[in-house]
């Protein structure tokens, strides 16, 4: 297990059409992060999943978006009717439940929506 | 709500000095703060985590010390090479809650 994975590098889309990333974590973890960022910003939290169950979702995460983390493995996040303002890197990350041990993050996706 | 800021914005060195990047948190009451650097179009790489109860950590040219009370961290960097050219985030998280990061240093080390 060499890290946190993620699926695609890159994506790019027309404005209007559905988007769908891929994130495996480490396989120890059961904690699993989905951050935002935009040019010259910090990451910001969407949401995150311990086990399978989706524990919080933030405000940034409108009706268009969904993430899942069937099996408590992988996890995927869904952006339908993509607008150009979801063009952005999409890193994911995980954890032990035990946070002090911090988070290692997957290099991220870049999203263009064209 | 945990705000998180980062002093300078940008910072621009010849190779070789030693340099302080500064990271700022409106709530004390942290689990722990972790520095990462990213490189352009990258991912976030880990570099050193510092738990609550700690008041620095180190490794190789890097030193990051926490104070709680005064809700600062600095990450010390010496010996600087053009290979630490990249920015630096600052992130923390308090009890039951995620990590919120700091909008990042952008660090040029000019050879």
């Known amino acids: 297990d060499t890290g946190v994975s993620q699926d695609p590098r890159h994506k790019i889309t027309k404005r209007g059409q559905n988007v769908t990333f891929r994130c495996d974590p480490i396989s120890e973890h059961n904690r699993l992060y989905w951050y935002r960022q935009t040019l010259g910003q910090g990451p910001e939290f969407l949401t995150y999943?311990?086990?399978?169950?989706?524990?919080?979702k933030s405000r940034l995460l409108s009706d268009r978006f969904s993430a899942e983390r069937p099996k408590g493995s992988f996890s995927t996040l869904e952006i339908q009717r993509t607008e150009q303002g979801d063009s952005a890197m999409y890193l994911c990350?995980?954890?032990?439940?035990?946070?002090?041990?911090?988070?290692?993050f997957g290099s991220g996706t870049r999203l263009t929506v064209v | 709500k945990q705000e998180v800021t980062q002093i300078p914005a940008a910072l621009s060195v010849p190779e070789g000095e030693n340099l302080v990047l500064n990271c700022s948190f409106t709530d004390s009451a942290i689990y722990n703060l972790q520095w990462f650097r990213q490189d352009p179009g990258k991912g976030l790489t880990s570099l050193l985590l510092?738990?609550?109860?700690?008041r620095e950590q180190t490794s190789g040219r890097l030193n990051a010390s926490l104070d709680k009370s005064s809700g600062r961290s600095t990450l010390y960097i010496a010996a600087s090479q053009p290979g630490d050219s990249a920015t630096y985030l600052c992130?923390?998280?308090?009890?039951?809650?995620?990590?919120?990061f700091g909008p990042g240093t952008r660090l040029s080390v000019l050879p």
């Open positions: 992130a923390v998280i308090n009890y039951g809650q995620n990590f919120v």
């Open positions: 999943f311990q086990n399978e169950a989706q524990l919080e």
């Open positions: 510092i738990q609550s109860s700690q």
């Open positions: 990350a995980s954890s032990f439940k035990q946070v002090n041990y911090g988070y290692t």
